[in-house]
């Protein structure tokens, strides 16, 4: 069975204590995407966050890598592997979604709002384990 590798960026704005999600067809979600050919996991969460939100982090602003899972995706006909990697940043920026993308909305999410937003437990436990992490 073929793998496919994406790397999913949780972004967390000390200043606010919000956290980015933007909504793709309806579902609330992390930016995520699809690792390149020689891209290290964390600059493609990078890539990815940018591409997805126009929100610019460093690598110095990433506290790691928070978790791992996979699932099964048959469009792919491949076991999908995500890498979670977060991020702290002072304040939020603006949110400029890609509609190319099918994102329809893109917000800062106050912290206590994050986990009953988010539809995927498996996104629920990474975005538990990166507050463990950073509180």
Request: net charge negative; proline share 1%.
């Amino acid at each position: 069975m073929k793998e496919k590798i994406s790397c999913m960026a949780i972004v967390l704005s000390r200043r606010e204590r919000e956290v980015l999600l933007l909504n793709s067809e309806g579902e609330w979600v992390f930016p995520k995407g699809h690792n390149e050919e020689g891209e290290s996991y964390v600059k493609t969460a990078i890539r990815e966050l940018y591409e997805e939100a126009k929100v610019s982090v460093r690598e110095g602003d990433c506290v790691g890598e928070i978790d791992e899972f996979s699932f099964y995706f048959d469009k792919e006909d491949a076991l999908k592997i995500i890498k979670v990697f977060g991020f702290i940043i002072e304040e939020k920026q603006e949110i400029q979604y890609n509609k190319d993308e099918c994102f329809i909305d893109g917000r800062w999410i106050k912290i206590e709002n994050v986990c009953s937003m988010l539809k995927h437990d498996d996104a629920r436990q990474a975005f538990k384990k990166f507050l463990a992490k950073v509180k």
